[in-house]
């Protein structure tokens, strides 16, 4: 009955995505079939490594940190665990061969969430590799399926893709990550003083970030590039929209897509994608 408890397990996972995350649910949904499991099992590990610095207050963050991650390690060594999350995610570490480099480099992101309130540069390019890139990467190998060849060519587009989204979420949160969490991710940034300036120099280097991941997401095995292109899609209305916004509204206002315009934009690449014109 292995096989329903593992049903169980990346139900769990889908579960989780559907309920936090409205945008990565449709992309998902969007890709291949099999790669529906894979994705939704990523997602949920790590949403419940971020869940635990960002919303646990009042418990022993540090503790329940060390916690999962130890638990995630003896997971992916004994190839089961009673937790769901890490069951499922076990399961595609071992199959698609992730490194442990990239858990590791994820789960010291999440552990500088404890301690840091204002980055670096080195810090915040630190930060931004193991938060979001190496979750790219991750699901990068998932994609190309063992081909080390199309993984290695399209990994520093990975990259980017998965910056560009956390940068996007950097300033869409700039309000919350300061006054709930005490964080400034952007260095040599002061949110009292947050200014058109500063804001244009973010963008500019977040463009960067969206120019280079739509190459790679058009090099894409053919099962994977909707899903992607459309989580991309969203993430560029989104990141539209803040640039339209003055910086002094950021700073007080949490910016958002609303889920009518997400399914407009789901609509809209359902149709470029049967006339291959993404």
Do not use: W
């Not at 889908?14 to 099992?41: A, N, P, R, V």
């Amino acid at each position: 009955m292995l096989d329903l408890y593992e049903k169980t397990t990346f139900g769990c996972s889908k579960l989780i995505t559907e309920l936090y995350s409205t945008s990565f649910t449709l992309g998902i949904k969007t890709l291949d079939k099999k790669f529906h499991e894979s994705i939704f099992g990523i997602y949920g590990f790590v949403r419940y490594a971020d869940e635990i610095v960002d919303t646990f207050h009042g418990f022993d963050k540090k503790m329940l940190l060390d916690r999962y991650k130890a638990e995630t390690y003896l997971a992916i060594e004994e190839g089961i665990s009673l937790n769901p999350v890490l069951h499922s995610f076990q399961k595609i570490v071992r199959k698609y061969k992730i490194e442990h480099e990239l858990i590791a480099a994820f789960l010291h992101s999440m552990e500088m969430d404890l301690y840091n309130i204002a980055y670096d540069a080195d810090g915040y390019n630190e930060y931004i590799y193991g938060s979001a890139e190496v979750v790219g990467l991750m699901c990068l190998r998932v994609f190309c399926e063992g081909n080390e060849a199309l993984y290695d060519k399209l990994k520093a587009d990975a990259r980017s893709l998965g910056a560009a989204f956390q940068k996007v979420n950097f300033l869409r949160d700039l309000k919350s990550d300061f006054s709930e969490r005490g964080r400034v991710y952007f260095p040599g940034v002061d949110f009292e003083n947050f200014d058109i300036e500063a804001k244009a120099i973010i963008e500019a280097d977040i463009q960067q970030d969206f120019d280079n991941a739509y190459r790679g997401i058009m090099g894409l095995p053919e099962g994977a590039r909707k899903g992607v292109y459309l989580a991309y899609v969203y993430y560029l209305k989104l990141f539209g929209k803040i640039k339209q916004t003055a910086a002094n509204r950021i700073q007080h206002e949490r910016i958002r897509v609303p889920d009518r315009v997400k399914f407009a934009l789901l609509a809209k690449t359902l149709v470029q994608s049967s006339l291959n014109v993404l």
